[in-house]
């Protein structure tokens, strides 16, 4: 494995997230949604560099990979809280096709949000099958396999305190 992006590099990033998130929602109590779980990891530390009042809720999505549909997303956990109304920010660890965030966001706005920004810590450079952007981006990828901070591979290497990359 080959480290992408380096702890003392996380930490530094997410910290300035936050004070942009903060200035941004200033005298507001926006609402957070981590979708899990890859965020397990970036979340928490995001939210300590945000130093605002904030409402937290998580959902849990997958791909349904049975005969009729294949790579269809399945909502599995719901939103608990009422957002209708709300400033509504997003977390995902890593942006990659689009089609999470964007299945997302459309849901989120069914439910009558009064706005919606996107945070994710790694945006993969490359041409997304749809068309989304986040509102905040921790560190642009090259389209690799990465693994830590949250990624993993097949449930492993979750708690590595850097990001690397496959090899």
């Not at 530390?45 to 399945?74: C, Q, W």
């Not at 599995?76 to 990659?96: F, T």
């Not at 830590?148 to 492993?156: K, P």
């Amino acid at each position: 494995m080959k480290k992408l992006i380096t702890e003392k590099q996380i930490k530094k990033r997410v910290r300035e997230l936050g004070s942009r998130i903060t200035n941004d929602y200033r005298g507001s109590v926006p609402v957070f949604i981590g979708i899990l779980k890859g965020v397990l990891c970036f979340l928490p530390d995001l939210l300590r560099a945000t130093n605002l009042s904030v409402e937290l809720d998580f959902v849990v999505i997958s791909f349904y990979h049975g005969n009729k549909k294949p790579g269809m997303l399945i909502l599995e956990r719901e939103i608990g809280m009422d957002i209708e109304g709300r400033h509504v920010i997003l977390v995902d660890d890593i942006l990659d096709t689009g089609k999470t965030l964007d299945f997302l966001v459309d849901h989120i706005k069914k439910k009558g949000a009064k706005d919606i920004s996107i945070c994710v810590l790694l945006e993969k450079e490359k041409e997304r099958e749809v068309n989304i952007k986040p509102d905040y981006i921790g560190f642009s990828i090259p389209d690799k396999f990465v693994i830590g901070y949250g990624l993993d591979y097949q449930e492993r290497f979750r708690n590595l305190p850097f990001i690397g990359v496959m090899e």
